[in-house]
């Protein structure tokens, strides 16, 4: 048995640890109260609606800078990454010191025939392909050329594809075995699929530059194999002839 001084101790003891643990719960309510209330703060700071997105809308009036408008100009003496373009030759085909691009605008002005010099026809196109040419390139301009060229010019180069034949063909698509385009430097069929020719429109959107030099160098190779052919029926006609 206890005796009554132990009976106070133990007492005392069980008030102090009950008042501990009330103590430590409440303010283990106060901690949770405080953080929720954090958590709704910093939800009602954050939120933002789809239609109230902090954001620039090109041409459209913006405060924070000081001409008012969202559309910033282009820090000047600078070149978006990869268009950069010092080959002049490769992005252009035309000659370095050349004059600028022929547009479509422009295109109404250019000798139609040879009755002068290629030269003097086309001053300014580079005479040859400025990029190595193998024979997995004339493959991917054989392929590109069926896909973008052929439905007009035909599939040996004659003008006379499907569409051409199902009556858009006048003027018609030019023949490539003529003797202009045979003798027209390479610079020209580059210029022609990037700016548009007559009623050919500007594939550069469509075909990539390289793209475009695989075409031509597949349309020299398909110029050559006519020409042999050509020459081939030449002599024949002659032989029957004698």
């Not at 009036?61 to 080959?87: A, C, H, I, M, W």
Request: charged share 20%; proline share 5%; aromatic share 8%.
């Amino acid at each position: 048995m206890l005796n009554c001084k132990e009976q106070k101790a133990v007492g005392r003891r069980q008030k102090a640890e009950s008042s501990a643990l009330v103590g430590a719960a409440h303010h283990h309510q106060v901690f949770l109260c405080l953080l929720l209330s954090a958590f709704c703060l910093l939800a009602v700071g954050c939120r933002r609606d789809m239609q109230d997105q902090p954001k620039a809308i090109a041409y459209r009036e913006n405060s924070f800078y000081k001409d008012g408008t969202g559309s910033r100009p282009l820090v000047e003496g600078t070149v978006p990454r990869g268009y950069l373009r010092q080959e002049r030759e490769f992005y252009t085909g035309k000659k370095s010191g050349a004059g600028p691009n022929v547009t479509p605008q422009t295109q109404t002005a250019r000798p139609q025939s040879i009755a002068t010099n290629t030269a003097t026809l086309y001053p300014d196109d580079v005479d040859t392909i400025p990029m190595s040419i193998t024979k997995a390139d004339l493959d991917r301009g054989q392929e590109r050329y069926n896909i973008y060229c052929s439905a007009c010019h035909g599939m040996t180069g004659y003008g006379d594809g499907i569409v051409a034949r199902r009556g858009f063909n006048k003027p018609s698509p030019a023949n490539y075995h003529q003797d202009r385009l045979r003798q027209a430097p390479v610079g020209h069929f580059f210029d022609v699929m990037t700016n548009g020719w007559g009623a050919m429109p500007s594939y550069a959107s469509q075909i990539s530059v390289e793209d475009r030099w695989k075409i031509i160098a597949y349309l020299r190779a398909l110029q050559l194999s006519q020409m042999k052919a050509e020459v081939e029926n030449g002599l024949a006609t002659e032989t029957q002839k004698h």
